[in-house]
């Protein structure tokens, strides 16, 4: 039965979760509690009427601490450069120094390019890109410093180039783009803090069924036998955010035969 392990292998470490307010970071932020972290989750919807969308900060550290397990929670809006400042300040000041980093959090338009908005690219672009790096620069310093850190950066297939016979136009080039520049910023930055002892990897989810996936009508007839199943993101997650970074960083990791090669099922979430 799923269940909190205070004094599990992530025991004494804060760990920040973006995008925690429902969907994959929600059962990352669980899951990362499940092994004793202490949880700081972020995005912009604290309370219930903050959104339209299901899901809140609030029912998420609930759900944690009704469970045993450490967690609070930081509204921001990672489009924010004050936000995100803020968010880590905060995060130190209730917790400690950040140990572990999930940069989850996306915002998403599927548009075909001839008519994507400049202002909708800029956001995309920013709570995609510039704030897993923006926030990294903001924990870096203190993970150095006291050779310790991992930075989990969740990305998707849709990073890879489209292969021939294409599929009918669907409008993902730019979030593409976004996910492939945070694959390539991921495995550039393990290897700059690889010597600190500081691991930087991403996961990759397949089809999951969250609520962001839902507002874009993804899950259908053709697609609903390939949904994964949400503990399979938690778990590679956990398992990416508590390795060696001597051996485990670099990685560009698809959960599910991530978890084969660890010879791992995925935990219950609580
Ligand atoms: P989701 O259900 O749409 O949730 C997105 C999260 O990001 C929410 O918590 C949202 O919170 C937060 N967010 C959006 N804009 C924000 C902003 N400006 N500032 C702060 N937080 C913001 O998404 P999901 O399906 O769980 O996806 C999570 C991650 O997995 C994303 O990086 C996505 O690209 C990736 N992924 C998902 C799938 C899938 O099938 N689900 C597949 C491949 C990759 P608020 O609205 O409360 O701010």
Known sequence: MASINPNGPLKGRTAVVTGASRGI??????RLAMEGARVVCSARTAESGDS???????DTVDRIRRAGGEATFIKADLSVAEDRERLIEQAVEAYGPVDILINNAAVTFFIPVETFPKKRFDLMMEVQVWAPFHLSQLVLPSMR??????????????GLHPRMPYARRSGGTVYGMC????????????????????????????????????????????????????????????????GDPKTLTGKIEYAEPFLKELAVQPAELV
Request: charged content about 20%; hydrophobic content about 45%; aromatic content about 6%.
């Open 145 to 158: 410093e006291r050779k310790q850190g991992w930075i989990v950066n969740i990305s998707s297939p849709a």
């Open 179 to 242: 996910k492939a520049a945070l694959e390539r910023f991921t495995t550039g930055l393990a290897s700059e803090v690889y010597d600190d002892n500081v691991a930087v990897n991403v996961v990759s989810p397949g089809l999951v069924d969250t609520p962001g996936v839902a507002v874009h009508g993804l899950i259908n007839e053709q697609t609903r036998d390939r949904v994964q199943p949400i503990e399979f993101i938690a778990e590679a997650v956990y398992r990416l955010a508590s």
């Open 25 to 30: 970071g929600e059962a990352i932020a669980a």
């Open 52 to 58: 339209k969308l299901p899901g809140t900060l609030h």
